[in-house]
């Protein structure tokens, strides 16, 4: 095992040689393993099975969950959401089954109708910018890009976006907003520090109307006793004078069904507000029974952090699995390859040599294992350095994970070979 | 009991404080209605708590609706929708718990991105119009209002929208759609005839992405064994060589839980495509085990028809009611008041004289009895004749009921006395 970066060309065929024999090996397996996305596998879906034997529907409050009405969300079930986000009730709005769709909503909002201390509608302004902390989460920066807005990569820290560069791209009157992921970040696995949640809400903006997307979807998704959290960006926001500008969001798909649970957002009692005027054209309500069948399911199975604990079990040692199988395969090549080791969340970030991300995609993809798309985590979808992979562990049994780890391993290795040789 | 119309003044006023004296004592009751939505009533939602029953995740296809993924619906519920609206499964897309949010994004579709025959997208056009049959329901309207969009009132017949005016305005390019409840329209209840389905297929518009909502709320709403019926716009549409002109909706709101069902659109495979490429870009996918929940439901319940037989048996009543009512208490006063007689559906209309409506809603509100608001069956909530009334009979239990309309009467009594005495 030496340093690929300071082999010699033979050295480097005679690797490569040996790479695609394995490489071989693995491509007659048959493997079809689906990396993709963050998706629960059925093992963690099972944990929820009682959800669908919950008959509840009339809220603490005498509220029929059956019939039309509470736009905002049943009461019960916004006193529930706002303790999970840390919010009053007031300031909370539960909605349907997607996050990501109230997120459209948002930005929806302020295109159609513009956010207080915004001079007009975002539809009216020239050019609207907004700050894509990258690698990010495709699907937010997808929700920017479809409204024609101009996306800004802010490269990511351990401790959350580059802090200098975001405070110096907000003097920009047309950056609007910015999304964030600030616990087990997609797909880092980082959490904010203190600071940046602190120079976050303190920071001064160009546009009265910026907003941070706070999407806080793994805020409960640990994997050890460690539980990372950060700070509460609304309260920070409202302490340094700018409580209009944070826009919190979670939801229960990674905890129950995905793509069947519910979603909330926290904000000022004045963006609830708006948002509720502006949702009202849009929708009549969103569905109340699920909404309760929730809340009463998570408290019967003895709370939210007992269920999330039964995720963990599961999802822990796939993670440890594919971060044992990277240091046993790229530990000992040289610098070919970084990652990241979250101690929660859905995801981890490949860091490959430049230029190589895209080629590993492929090569494990013509062995029979699908990954996100290399630069998909980059507004647009493209990695300006070609060097970002997205791994999704949940989804395959463990078994079958360790071996697309390996071959991820090898795929790795292999493109970096080539890569040198293109230099040699 | 003489014709108001052929009283003196002193008639009148005499005729005045006899009603006057009938409202104080009605107002004495103490009355506490809510008539101003088209909501089932509790014993409605009854007939469906099994729903909450069904534990069913896996569709007949092998898919598992509680993770990610299908997102125009799951494939058995595709079928089952597409039955339902007489189109093709690969014709039918299957959402979440709200048409009125499915008519939402189509607008917004043909506003952001745009319809194909479409020169560029709504928002890169000077002007939008839009056709609105009125009466008609205020949601609607409501949704391209907020797109800025001109509403132009066509005036509804018993066979539907007048032709002749529609036929005429969609000879303006700006003119991009109309708004359709086919059968059983709300407030009307009436049921277009085949020749306005036909003619809506068939005529020249100026626009080519002109497109019709067709809002099929109540297809399933009969009242008795004559089951009205429309023809299938889809069908007629591609006849004329116009596929992709209707997008049809549904929605389980007003069978099961309303705010809690599931929804579909049927429309070309053009179109599908279209919303399927747009709505990735607002969401992940719709809740899947709802939608199975449902077909799996009425399966189990005996079918869909029969379910709605026993929503028929506790509705028909209730408007039998109003009808007797407004018989015995407006028929011998000459021409003051006329009203729809539906036979499915949620709502009637009841027209006063002109200029009488706003009063005579404000009356029965003064008196405990909340009607929906004077005009909002109109775009922009204006009633140009000041003269139409939605009464929604579902909510209200049948003794109650019977006394709203009885005050209802008695309020379009006192307001035609007192236009009569205005001219007098």
């Known amino acids: 095992m030496a340093d690929y970066l300071s082999m010699t060309k033979p050295q480097l065929l005679e690797e490569q040689a040996g790479l695609q024999q394995q490489y071989d090996a693995f491509a007659q397996k048959g493997l079809k393993l689906d990396m993709s996305r963050g998706k629960p596998s059925p093992e963690q879906l099972d944990f929820s099975l009682g959800l669908l034997e919950m008959t509840d529907h009339i809220d603490d ?32 709005f539960v909605a349907g089954n997607s996050s990501l769709n109230f997120m459209y909503n948002m930005v929806d909002l302020g295109w159609r109708k513009g956010f207080v201390q915004g001079e007009k509608p975002w539809k009216d302004q020239e050019r609207i910018k907004f700050l894509c902390p990258s690698p990010g989460y495709d699907r937010h920066f997808r929700v920017t890009e ?16 580059d802090m200098d560069i975001v405070e110096d791209l907000v003097q920009d009157e047309a950056v609007k907003g910015i999304w964030c992921i600030p616990v087990y970040s997609n797909p880092d696995g980082y959490v904010y520090s203190d600071e940046t949640v602190r120079r976050l809400a303190k920071m001064d903006t160009a546009a009265g109307d910026f907003r ?19 700070l509460n960006i609304l309260d920070e926001s409202r302490k340094a004078g700018h409580e ?43 569905d109340k029974i699920n909404q309760l069948r929730h809340v009463r399911y998570f408290a019967r199975e003895g709370g939210l952090e007992a269920h999330m604990q039964r995720h963990a079990a599961v999802i822990a040692p796939k993670f440890k699995t594919v971060i044992k199988t990277l240091h046993a395969e790229l ?3 040289g610098k070919i390859a970084r990652w990241t080791e979250p101690v929660g969340g859905y ?33 647009y979808g493209k990695d300006p350095s070609d060097n970002h992979i997205r791994i999704a562990p949940t989804y395959p049994p463990l078994d079958e994970l360790e071996l697309a780890a390996q071959l991820l391993c090898i795929c790795t290795r292999m493109a970096s070979v080539e890569k040198l040789l293109e230099i040699a």
Chains 1, 2 share one sequence.
Request: net charge negative; glycine share 8%; hydrophobic share 40%.
């Open 146 to 161: 479809v409204f024609g807005f101009e996306l800004l990569i802010v490269p990511m820290t351990p401790d959350g976006p």
């Open 244 to 286: 209009d500008r944070p826009l919190m969001f979670c939801s229960t798909s990674k905890m129950t069904f995905a793509g069947a649970g519910a979603c909330a957002m926290a904000a000022s009692v004045a963006n609830i507000k708006l948002a509720s005027d502006f949702l009202f054209s849009t929708t009549i309500c969103y």
């Open 331 to 333: 530990d000992h090549h």
């Open 347 to 379: 995801f981890l970030s490949l860091f490959t040599l430049d230029g190589c991300a895209r080629r590993v995609v492929e090569l494990c993809k013509q062995a029979g294992v699908v990954l996100t798309g290399a630069g998909a985590a980059y507004p």
């Open 212 to 230: 941070i997307f706070w999407d806080n979807a793994y805020f409960a998704h640990h994997f050890t006793k460690d539980h990372k959290t950060c």
């Open 61 to 92: 409050t005498g509220v029929d969950a059956r019939n039309y009405g509470e736009l905002e969300g049943l009461p019960e079930t916004r006193r529930y959401f706002a303790s999970l986000l840390g919010a009053k009730p007031e300031e909370t």
